[in-house]
């Protein structure tokens, strides 16, 4: 039974008093302290330390990619709930910069640059930011992310009696120990404190280091472990609140206590909408921060007489409005030089000058800019400043199609509503992009025996190495262990160039216009990859429109009409393995245990040893014919049988010897003889594979008028099989069977 409004709103604004009241929504001053006593680092810490915590409560994961071991921060990844947000993809290498530059911040206690994102336009640089703005938005909701500023209550008469002071007979105001927790209607006056300040800063300087060192020692935090920045321990109040202090220390005869009765300390959460502790600035002309007279505007008209005569002012602004969180200058560069050289000096002393007044500041500065004004910049006789105070962070286009089709997706997929998306469709389309993306490699950049091998890697070779470690047929075992090795070198190669890989080639933005125009191609009644294929032919022919289209070829390097052979070629690959597997053929699977067996008994074969059964636990030798039956698949001649298994052996032992943590990961250690078994099988296979498809296609089709049961039924199951497991309708499904039927009559 629904219940009635009354009973619903008093039960919501129960539930809300408890919610204001557990989270500290409001606090006298000294109840504030008694919370500084209990969580003496959670409530001194700079913007720094505060961002670096929030890092650090997201979390982090080591991945092994090809290119090695990297961390990554999941932050990066995390999106509210309902949010029309989305994660940023790979960038490892960015995020590790990142936290590795505000933990230096927070290492020699202040932050004194700028970290400045830059890089080619659409590679995420603002949704990074964005993604560190959101976590810290989320994270100020939670018990460790509680945030406190506070006001200036000035109480009505009535309940101040005296005035509080202000008159010329000051004296003390007996009867309440704070102001913090009085009713609207008994309050003349509140003041913010600006800049989100802290608390703490009420205490004089020395009385505060005292005051957080004892807490920190009761807490057992020892100096080595953490130490509050300089904003914490030698930071000021802000010029207004100086002078209302000083005002009341006056009236009170410099009675600390009857001061700090007008505290109101109140949490406060980080907000991007609200411009609370986060702000955006977008390109402009001028200092971004102001200050304006407070005590003509009308509202206020009940400050004390002592107050008004003391000419308070109002400061405002970006900066102003993310102190004690983040700031971004969204490209920044775009902005003539003289508009922003007041951030070299801002930057270093964390103040910002206006109107004759100093603000200090705590915020931690973020910037983006594309390589086209950083360049710029880089030309005048400025930038070595400028360099001293930015922490560069190249920021390019993602060279890792398996986390570029994530992009699309999330972005792109769930904005095509109930419209079928072809199976393969987003990984074609991230495959091009990374291919626009890639260099050939420079032989001189790497050891002269490498080399060689060099020149076999084409565009395809090196999209694929990086996305997943594969290696096409036509390498060796060895040569496929080299290149493995040189991934790391590769990815590494022209990073901190001037002109890098990752700077060049097709944007996201671009992609996902190239995505949406396939799909609404008349010619396909479904978001196919051949419609997509077709699109992609188009918009290459715009050389005029797009820069990258314009690059000279090297080899198979920025050759477009090669690159749309390379996705065709793909997408047949994938459909012939999904065909093979929906016909109920060998799996991969399958491979790799015949690998295994093959391994096992080889391994005591060249050692003349026994090996014991697993299932009647007796004591044989190594199964010929296990043996042979791999051999025969990968193509090893009989008279070369000891020497392949002798090599087998050798593999997996050097391998054992360099990694002596790690298990072999077979797929890669083996790939070209796998690769090898796979191709033979599957040849013996193709005609049957071909009635069969030809078969199920008729019958899609409507062709078929009368098939005998045991065809129809195997002809149901593939159906049956194709889709399920691969996502495939009747449509996109009879698309697919047509390109496998073409693919291997050619």
């Keep these: 039974m629904t219940k009635p409004v009354h ?166 105001s007996p009867g309440l120990d704070s102001y913090a927790h009085l009713e609207d209607e008994e309050i003349a006056t509140c003041l913010p404190g600006e800049l989100n300040e802290s608390p703490l800063l009420l205490f004089a300087r020395d009385a505060r280091r005292q005051f957080t060192e004892e807490a920190l020692e009761a807490a057992d935090i020892s100096p080595e472990d953490y130490h509050p920045g300089k904003s914490t321990s030698e930071g000021r109040l802000c010029p207004r609140s100086m002078k209302i202090f000083d005002a009341l220390l006056r009236s009170y005869n410099g009675n600390l206590k009857d001061v700090w009765r007008h505290v109101r300390v109140e949490r406060f959460f980080l907000s991007r909408r609200y411009r609370t502790g986060i702000a955006t600035v977008e390109p402009q002309l001028h200092v971004d921060a102001g200050i304006r007279q407070l005590t003509i505007e009308q509202g206020l008209a009940s400050l004390p007489t002592s107050l008004r005569n003391i000419s308070l002012e109002q400061v405002f602004g970006d900066l102003v409005d993310a102190n004690r969180g983040l700031v971004e200058y969204n490209d920044l560069l775009k902005r003539p030089v003289e508009a922003f050289k007041y951030l070299l000096s801002t930057c270093e002393k964390s103040s910002v000058a206006v109107a004759g007044q100093i603000l200090p500041l705590d915020v931690l500065f973020t910037g983006t800019s594309n390589e086209a004004h950083l360049n710029e910049i880089k030309q005048t006789t400025d930038f070595a400043s ?94 496929v262990i080299a290149l493995r090795n040189l991934s790391p070198l590769l990815w590494e190669e022209s990073r901190g160039a001037v002109v890098y890989e990752g700077l060049f080639g097709a944007s996201p933005r671009e992609i996902k216009g190239i995505i949406f125009r396939a ?28 820069p990258f289209l314009k690059i000279e070829p090297m080899g198979d390097y920025h050759n477009y009409p090669k690159f749309l052979i390379y996705l065709r070629n793909r997408y047949r690959l994938h459909i012939l393995r999904e065909v093979r597997t929906a016909l109920g053929y060998v799996d991969d699977g399958e491979f790799h245990r015949l690998l295994q067996r093959y391994l096992s008994h080889t391994a005591h074969a060249v050692r003349n040893e026994s090996m014991r059964d697993p299932i009647t636990g007796t004591m044989q030798d190594p199964d010929p014919r296990i043996m042979s039956e791999f051999e025969q698949l990968v193509g090893v001649a009989n008279d070369q049988a000891n020497i392949f298994r002798q090599d087998i052996v050798q593999r997996v032992g050097h391998f054992k010897l360099e990694n002596p943590d790690l298990e072999p990961d077979l797929e890669k250690l083996f790939s070209v003889e796998l690769q090898k078994a796979k191709k033979k099988y599957y040849a013996g296979h193709i005609e049957k594979s071909e009635r069969i498809v030809q078969t199920v296609l008729d019958d899609l089709e409507g062709k078929n008028q009368r098939l005998n049961p045991g065809v129809q039924e195997e002809v149901d199951k ?14 996109s499904m009879k698309e697919a069977l047509g390109e496998y039927l073409q693919c291997v009559s050619e």
């Design 7 to 172: 009973e619903l709103v008093q039960e919501l604004s129960s539930s809300s008093e408890r919610v204001f009241t557990d989270q500290h929504r409001v606090l006298s001053f000294s109840e504030y302290l008694e919370l500084v006593r209990n969580q003496p680092r959670q409530q001194t810490r700079t913007a720094a330390q505060y961002v670096t915590d929030c890092f650090d409560y997201f979390g982090s994961e080591d991945i092994e990619t090809p290119i090695g071991t990297q961390k990554r921060y999941k932050l990066f990844a995390f999106v509210p709930e309902n949010s029309t947000e989305y994660p940023v993809e790979g960038l490892e290498h960015v995020q590790g910069e990142i936290y590795r530059t505000i933990t230096q911040f927070v290492a020699q206690g202040k932050i004194n640059r700028l970290i400045l994102l830059h890089g080619p336009n659409g590679s995420a640089k603002t949704s990074i930011v964005s993604a560190i703005a959101r976590a810290m938005e989320e994270y100020s909701r939670t018990e460790e992310g509680a945030l406190y500023r506070f006001s200036w209550i000035l109480p009505a008469d009535r309940i101040a009696r005296k005035k509080l002071g202000f008159s010329e007979e000051a004296t003390s």
């Design 718 to 731: 593939f159906i049956e099989r194709f889709g399920t497991m691969y996502g495939y309708n009747e449509t």
């Design 519 to 546: 799909n609404e191609r008349t010619a396909y009644n479904h978001l196919s990859p051949l419609a997509l294929l077709d699109e992609i032919q188009d918009f290459q022919q715009e050389r005029n429109l797009y």
């Design 386 to 479: 400028f360099k001293g105070r930015f922490e560069l962070i190249q920021v390019a286009y993602l060279r890792n199609y398996e986390q570029e089709k994530r992009i699309y997706d999330h972005q792109v997929v769930s904005r095509l509503g109930a419209r079928h998306i072809g199976p393969h469709t987003t990984e074609l389309a991230a495959l091009w992009a990374v291919l626009t993306r890639l260099k050939k490699p420079d032989p001189n950049q790497f050891p002269e025996e490498a080399r060689p091998l060099l020149e076999k890697i084409g565009p395809l070779e090196k999209a694929d190495l990086f996305a997943n470690g594969a290696v096409p047929e036509g390498f060796s075992a060895d040569e």
